[in-house]
């Protein structure tokens, strides 16, 4: 009971007046929904591909099969425009980038000719180094195909090359079972990514509180009252906690239900990782101001401590990308695991197959909320 008091003290310190409850709750939420809401949205613009197929042969259309399977281009095939059109169109920024698959491409990537499409772009970005990419892969299967639909004479079979097409539009797979990689799944994991680490600067907040009373001395006054050590630890963490979940609360509703934010998890998911989460850099900020004597020492070690784990830990690239050494000093990061989590679950996993990283989640914040509450005590000099 004396912990609760102690909780809903903190939440009343926190956003107990109109002021406090926009200022430090509803105003942080609300720009970081905003934020994600409209980063996600510009993700999610497709590039505009405008395609001239002049060749009418099995490869052309086979080509321009392959590209609408990419989700992430908007194709417009056109019939009627001539090269020279096409090539106006992306000088006038009609279209993305255009694509000009020749007269002949068929016939000739069956004699054995290899015949490239044609891409026009303005300038070179990733999305149009991935489109130059994709092209040259499709044209290199393409060519295969071509090798082997000929017969022993060098001629092209038309029944083979039919055959082989159909086979490659349902290709024989065989399920297999791969460990799964940070970001890979997961669509947009630059901004759940974001939202980690807002969240973690988000308890510096309602942790600096607890800083300030170590500061005035309205701690030691609270140890001398017949209350338990863990007692005053729970309910301070306690607070920091419901003050965090209703931050997370608001910022997924209005991401969400407002800015039709769609990274491939449903509401109930996302919030229940990022619970998991937000008890385990609650650990971590705790842990920290236990070694700083004021505020403003702690906002700063926090800066130096939340932003290279967050590189480390995936919110800003995959893990799966970075060295090997670096991979290992990620497993000691909360935001690894909860990336983790959250690709298990987009990619279709069982809940049990999310209990380990969960678990592990529970683990580095009892260790360091642990610590916290010991080092986070009236005894530690405050000036």
């Known amino acids: 009971m004396a912990s609760w008091h102690i909780a809903l003290h903190l939440i009343k310190r926190t956003m107990g007046s109109r002021r406090g409850m926009i200022m430090n709750v509803l105003l942080p939420a609300v720009i970081l929904a905003a934020i994600t809401g409209l980063l996600s949205g510009m993700d999610r613009e497709k590039a505009t591909i405008l395609i001239v197929n002049a060749d009418g042969g099995a490869f052309g259309r086979e080509l321009i099969a392959a590209l609408q399977k990419e989700y992430s281009f908007e194709l417009?095939?056109?019939?009627?425009?001539?090269?020279?059109?096409?090539?106006r169109a992306v000088l006038e920024r009609q279209t993305d980038a255009a694509i000009y698959i020749p007269e002949d491409y068929t016939r000739s990537m069956l004699n054995g000719t290899s015949v490239q499409p044609i891409l026009y772009r303005m300038d070179e970005q990733l999305w149009n180094a991935s489109l130059a990419a994709t092209?040259?892969?499709?044209?290199?299967?393409?060519?295969?195909t071509g090798g082997l639909a000929r017969t022993d004479a060098g001629e092209p079979d038309a029944a083979l090359l039919e055959a082989l097409l159909t086979a490659q539009e349902k290709p024989a797979v065989t399920p297999v079972r791969a460990g799964m990689q940070t970001g890979e799944i997961i669509s947009n994991p630059l901004m759940l990514g974001l939202i980690l680490m807002f969240l973690m600067l988000l308890l510096?907040?309602?942790?600096?509180?607890i800083m300030e009373d170590r500061e005035n001395r309205t701690m030691a006054r609270m140890y001398t009252a017949p209350l338990r050590s863990l007692d005053i630890a729970l309910g301070n963490f306690a607070g920091s906690v419901m003050i965090g979940t209703l931050q997370m609360a608001i910022l997924l509703g209005i991401s969400y239900f407002v800015f039709d934010f769609a990274p491939a998890l449903s509401f109930g998911e996302l919030l229940l990782v990022l619970e998991f989460f937000l008890l385990a850099a609650l650990g971590v900020v705790s842990a920290v101001a236990g070694a700083v004597r004021n505020r403003s020492q702690l906002a700063q070690l926090n800066l130096l401590i939340i932003m290279p784990t967050c590189m480390i830990g995936g919110c800003f690239f995959p893990t799966s990308l970075m060295p090997e050494a670096i991979q290992k000093l990620a497993n000691f990061t909360p935001q690894k695991w909860a990336l983790q989590a959250l690709d298990l679950l987009a990619g279709g996993e069982p809940p049990s197959e999310v209990l380990m990283p969960l678990a592990i989640l529970l683990l580095i914040a009892a260790l360091l909320l642990a610590f916290g509450a010991v080092v986070l005590r009236p005894s530690q000099p405050s000036k």
């Open 135 to 144: 092209l040259n892969a499709e044209a290199s299967r393409l060519a295969t």
């Open 204 to 209: 510096n907040q309602t942790i600096g509180f």
């Open 76 to 87: 417009d095939v056109n019939q009627t425009l001539s090269e020279e059109e096409l090539k």
